[in-house]
């Protein structure tokens, strides 16, 4: 077998409460594939839409939603969590958690870990096209390019709504494109 030319990553992927959370199993799955570690960081509405459990089984690491989650306060706090990653996803990433980065709030781990985080963070937003048109979304958007987080989409295509328009997430491959693997 060939050697991989890539070298093994470690991945903190954030997923927060979107119709496309869905697909973040897929980009979990496929990092894992190659030879990546991946920690999922879920947000406490994702958990609600989706299973940590299901990113633990796929992941082969716990996965984390709670903020004072005790095995985390006691062992692996958000900064040793920090640390450890090589870099950051946030896939998908809502206007609500889109918003709250632009202002530095660190009101659920996913959030705390964005802003404690030591290397990149990227953002694959998914909404509906009437949410990534908004204006509040918008200065959001502009305000975190500023400060160097980089966008992976979205793309235009079919919506959780079941119209067509910008805020499609873009596919796990796609992602995987852009991240420094
Ligand atoms: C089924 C469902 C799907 C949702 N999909 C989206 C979405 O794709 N994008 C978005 O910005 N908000 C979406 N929302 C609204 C967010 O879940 C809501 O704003 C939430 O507060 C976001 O929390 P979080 O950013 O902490 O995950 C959805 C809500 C529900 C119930």
Same mark, same amino acid.
């Given at each position: 077998?060939?050697?991989?030319?890539?070298?093994?990553?470690?991945?903190?992927?954030?997923?927060?409460?979107? =119709?496309?959370?869905?697909?973040?199993?897929?980009?979990?799955?496929?990092?894992?594939?190659?030879?990546?570690?991946?920690?999922?960081?879920? /947000?406490?509405?994702?958990?609600?839409?989706?299973?940590? +459990?299901?990113?633990?089984?796929?992941?082969?690491?716990?996965?984390?939603?709670? +903020?004072?989650?005790?095995?985390?306060?006691?062992?692996?706090?958000?900064?040793?969590?920090?640390?450890?990653?090589?870099?950051?996803?946030? *896939?998908?990433?809502? *206007?609500?958690?889109?918003?709250?980065?632009? /202002?530095?709030?660190?009101?659920?781990?996913?959030?705390?870990? *964005?802003?404690?985080?030591?290397? =990149?963070?990227?953002?694959?937003?998914?909404?509906?096209?009437?949410?990534?048109?908004?204006?509040?979304?918008? =200065?959001?958007?502009?305000?975190?390019?500023?400060?160097?987080?980089?966008?992976?989409?979205?793309?235009?295509?079919?919506?959780?709504?079941?119209?067509?328009?910008?805020?499609?997430? /873009?596919?796990?491959?796609?992602?995987?494109?852009?991240?420094?693997?």
């Amino acid at each position: 077998m060939r050697p991989s030319r890539t070298k093994s990553k470690n991945i903190l992927l954030g997923v927060c409460s979107s =119709a496309a959370c869905f697909k973040a199993l897929t980009l979990a799955s496929s990092l894992v594939k190659k030879g990546h570690a991946v920690k999922t960081v879920l /947000s406490p509405s994702a958990a609600k839409l989706i299973s940590p +459990q299901l990113f633990g089984a796929v992941t082969k690491n716990e996965a984390f939603s709670e +903020q004072f989650n005790p095995s985390l306060v006691s062992g692996e706090g958000h900064i040793s969590l920090s640390d450890w990653a090589d870099f950051y996803v946030i *896939a998908p990433a809502t *206007a609500n958690t889109i918003g709250k980065l632009a /202002s530095g709030i660190c009101d659920n781990l996913l959030l705390t870990l *964005a802003v404690s985080r030591r290397g =990149a963070l990227f953002i694959a937003p998914a909404m509906e096209s009437r949410m990534w048109k908004n204006g509040f979304v918008r =200065a959001n958007v502009s305000m975190l390019k500023k400060s160097g987080v980089k966008f992976i989409g979205p793309v235009t295509g079919r919506l959780a709504s079941g119209s067509t328009g910008p805020g499609r997430m /873009s596919e796990a491959e796609e992602i995987i494109k852009n991240l420094p693997l």
